[in-house]
């Protein structure tokens, strides 16, 4: 039974000339595709199949030929895993959304995207929940000579009283680093949550010349909180945070 062939869409660019770029492409394909339409550049590449994985090698080799082409070209990237069943299905699919797309890409121009997490250290964030906050201190070291029953639900009470102000605590910090930030950014955007002690995960979107600054601003806020807080700060990479383009194949 013959395998169904597919146009893997990576996004789009400003370029408008048809180049083919040797690169390791979703679904092991050799070359991916720019060609141009309407004054923007589709960047695809053959797969077979309707359906792309999301595998490590699928995910990285989507996010790193966009990050190639980034300082040559403005880049509008796609969400993972579109594709659309043929050329004509894709080129109709975008005539809707093309004026969108052109906009965005002019908007964009010049422009990258850096990642700002954030983190409690484990070692110092309950030290500092019970000294900062008297009434937490103060039910800790009442129930220290408490045993059985009584001492094990005290404990989660305990527990679920340093949650409540670990939570406020990481409001209050995260939005501090934020407003930081800010000052160099063009947009910033929380991202989710998805581990205990990350309180911040921004995406940030800053123009190109003021990369440098953005370095500066997060090193000076990871100074002001060392032995409190571990950073971890990511990219550049195209706006992937800050596109929203919806396409029906």
Same mark, same amino acid.
């Given at each position: 039974?013959?395998?169904?062939?597919?146009?893997?869409?990576?996004?789009?660019?400003?370029?408008?000339?048809?180049?083919e770029?040797?690169?390791?492409a979703?679904?092991?394909?050799?070359?991916v595709?720019?060609?141009p339409?309407?004054g923007?550049?589709?960047?695809?590449s053959?797969? %077979?199949?309707?359906?792309?994985?999301?595998?490590?090698?699928?995910?990285?080799?989507?996010q790193?030929?966009?990050?190639?082409?980034?300082?040559?070209?403005?880049?509008?990237?796609m969400?993972?895993?579109?594709?659309?069943?043929?050329?004509?299905?894709?080129? %109709?699919?975008?005539?809707?959304?093309?004026s969108?797309?052109?906009?965005?890409?002019q908007?964009?121009?010049?422009?990258?995207?850096? %990642?700002?997490?954030?983190f409690?250290?484990?070692e110092?964030?309950?030290?500092?929940?019970?000294?900062?906050?008297?009434?937490?201190?103060?039910?800790r070291?009442?129930?220290?000579?408490?045993?059985?029953?009584?001492?094990?639900?005290?404990s989660?009470?305990?527990?679920?009283?340093?949650?409540?102000?670990?939570?406020?605590?990481?409001?209050?910090?995260?939005e501090?680093?934020?407003n930081?930030?800010?000052?160099?950014?063009?947009?910033?955007?929380?991202?989710?949550?998805?581990?205990?002690?990350?309180?911040? %995960?921004?995406?940030?979107?800053?123009?190109n010349?003021?990369?440098?600054?953005?370095d500066?601003?997060?090193?000076?806020a990871?100074?002001?909180?060392?032995?409190?807080?571990?950073?971890?700060?990511?990219?550049?990479?195209?706006?992937?945070?800050?596109?929203?383009i919806?396409?029906?194949?």
């Amino acid at each position: 039974m013959a395998t169904s062939t597919g146009y893997y869409l990576y996004g789009f660019t400003d370029c408008n000339q048809v180049l083919e770029i040797p690169a390791r492409a979703v679904g092991r394909s050799d070359s991916v595709h720019n060609i141009p339409y309407h004054g923007i550049g589709i960047l695809y590449s053959m797969v %077979n199949g309707k359906t792309i994985q999301p595998t490590r090698d699928n995910l990285m080799a989507h996010q790193k030929l966009l990050e190639s082409l980034m300082d040559q070209y403005t880049i509008l990237p796609m969400r993972f895993g579109v594709v659309a069943q043929s050329k004509g299905v894709l080129l %109709n699919g975008l005539n809707s959304s093309l004026s969108i797309i052109r906009s965005k890409l002019q908007y964009f121009q010049g422009k990258r995207e850096l %990642n700002v997490k954030a983190f409690w250290l484990k070692e110092y964030v309950y030290e500092y929940i019970t000294n900062s906050y008297p009434d937490i201190r103060s039910f800790r070291d009442s129930i220290k000579k408490l045993e059985g029953q009584t001492k094990y639900y005290k404990s989660i009470e305990l527990g679920q009283m340093v949650e409540r102000a670990l939570i406020a605590e990481s409001e209050k910090e995260a939005e501090a680093i934020a407003n930081e930030i800010s000052a160099v950014a063009v947009q910033h955007r929380k991202a989710k949550i998805f581990s205990e002690l990350m309180f911040l %995960n921004l995406s940030v979107l800053i123009n190109n010349q003021a990369e440098s600054l953005l370095d500066q601003i997060v090193k000076e806020a990871a100074e002001r909180r060392k032995g409190k807080v571990q950073f971890k700060y990511i990219g550049p990479t195209p706006p992937a945070s800050f596109v929203d383009i919806h396409l029906k194949f």
